[in-house]
């Protein structure tokens, strides 16, 4: 057996164990849960401070030998992250030159140095990321993997193996690919796709595995949603497991429709690749807080109350040891409740994702003042439009167009008019005036490789090609 093979076996088998005792945590109550995190946070600063040489001088007129008060603690992002990674690993042969050089040659059950993981993101947002995990923090990104199955419902069995199929990315080194293939050592059977092959590729494969756990991005679950109901792919899968995208009310609801079953959405970070995932109740996403801190704030960095959106969140990571992500800036728009949830288990949720803080649509009102437009307001008003297959918008200051694949028999300039009409009369109804709104019909949306083969909805820029209407 090789070497490698073995130590993704041994990594499965330690995941187990450590599936379990998370699985216990369910049952804590919400104070047995703020001590383990002031223990984990305690441990997790002073180990940095002596290991980091970035946060020893990030940290150095803080009273570490205290209790650490979590707020006195000087966030990072991701660009420093990034310009100052070989400072903040804590094994120096970690150099950021090293791991881009990892990331182009590696395979998904690659170890570099023969003990990390070594993921990346798309660098979409300006700056590309390197994250690196050692065996044991990478045992437990996998067993809440497991943790993840189990609030869906889903367990190992045998002797018929459940067969999953998960659809994502087809690069080694984002976290949709990593995941599952190294977690394949046959408890499962299971079967990776790439978002990218083209549908009927996608449909004729799945016509072939018949899964019985489907576990795709949102915008490709509700397009093979449309193919099970047209009668093309016929496959009856017993859960759907969403995730790496934003899961709006309307693709919920073709997906669940197309085949009977439940959905369970998952929210994650190539940072924390659980953040939260719902359970049987669907009320929310519970935030894995044994595992991280999740701190939603305003622009100015101040919590912000329960249920209401924030300007973006601050991830501290409880277990990653070898890259310390301390009050990590993320630009989600995410809000949260501390409310119990039915299932019993101690964790907030999060009940409502508003897309990015650099997608804020900002434009005029009457009188010149500046108006911030969430993302979520704009897409909530075109998810309830069962003529769309899906939509991308593409905006600026001056400028609003949607580029929206429909279903046959629409009437499209009326299907236009409507779209523009919706859009502007949600902006005035927040005091904005729209800007000019452009409407375009294209036949399919580009999946890009840049991009993992995900589908995103915002945009700070302009489509391209496609019938296309204008309303001002």
């Known amino acids: 057996m090789a070497a490698t093979q073995l130590k993704q076996i041994q990594d499965v088998a330690g995941a ?18 703020r ?9 997790l600063v002073r180990h940095a401070v002596e290991q980091s040489p970035f946060y020893r001088q990030h940290y150095r007129d803080l009273p570490l030998h205290q209790q650490i008060d979590l707020r006195s603690l000087p966030t990072v992002d991701k660009r420093i992250v990034m310009e100052n990674f070989d400072r903040i690993v804590t094994d120096r042969r970690l150099t950021r030159a090293a791991l881009e050089s990892e990331i182009g040659r590696s395979g998904p059950g690659s170890y570099f140095l023969g003990q990390y993981r070594v993921l990346s993101t798309t660098g979409t947002s300006g700056v590309r990321g390197i994250f690196v995990y050692d065996r044991p923090a990478w045992q437990i990104v996998l ?62 494969a799945l016509n072939r595995f018949r899964p019985d756990v489907l576990m795709p991005y949102p915008s490709i679950a509700a397009l093979l949603a449309d193919q099970q109901v047209s009668g093309r792919l016929t496959i009856q899968p017993h859960a759907v497991l969403t995730h790496s995208e934003a899961l709006s009310g309307e693709m919920r609801r073709r997906i669940a429709e ?7 959405d998952h929210y994650g970070l190539t940072e924390e690749p659980h953040v939260a995932c719902e359970c049987g109740e669907h009320a929310g996403l519970h935030i894995f807080e044994d595992l991280s801190i999740v701190e939603v704030v305003d622009a100015d960095g101040a919590p912000v109350p329960s249920g209401m959106l924030g300007s973006r969140y601050l991830l ?10 301390i009050r990590y800036e993320v630009t989600d728009l995410i809000a949260t409740t501390d409310e119990p949830c039915a299932c019993g288990r101690p964790f907030a949720r999060i009940v409502k994702i508003g897309g990015r803080e650099e997608h804020m649509l900002l434009l005029r009102d009457r009188a010149g ?4 437009v969430p993302p979520l307001t704009l897409t909530s008003s075109l998810d309830v ?10 905006h600026s200051a001056g400028r609003i167009a949607v580029a929206a694949v429909v279903r046959e028999g629409v009437d499209q300039h009326a299907l236009c008019a409507r779209i ?20 375009e019909l294209p036949t399919a949306l580009e999946r890009c490789r840049e991009r993992m083969g995900k589908l995103e909805q915002v945009h700070v820029a302009q489509p391209r090609g496609g019938h296309a209407d204008t309303v001002s």
């Open 316 to 325: 501290t990571n409880l277990y990653n040891r070898v890259q310390p992500l």
């Open 258 to 264: 197309a085949w009977q079953a439940s959905v369970f």
């Open 385 to 394: 439009m069962p003529e769309l297959v899906e939509y991308e918008l593409h």
């Open 16 to 33: 187990l164990l450590r599936s379990f005792q998370l699985g216990r945590h369910d049952g804590w109550t919400p104070a047995r849960l």
């Open 35 to 43: 001590q383990h995190q002031l223990r984990r946070l305690n441990a």
């Open 143 to 204: 067993a809440n993997t497991m943790r993840w199955r189990r609030f869906a419902g889903i367990r190992a069995r045998l002797p018929r193996r459940l067969r999953i199929c998960s659809i994502g990315a087809d690069v080694a080194a984002h976290i949709s690919r990593s995941i599952p293939e190294s977690g394949d050592v046959g408890l499962f059977k299971l079967l990776a796709l790439n978002a990218l092959q083209p549908l009927p590729d996608l449909v004729a």
């Open 369 to 372: 003042r500046q108006v911030a």
């Open 420 to 439: 523009a009409e919706r859009l502007g009369n949600v902006l005035r109804g927040l005091g904005a005036e729209p800007p000019e709104i452009v409407v």
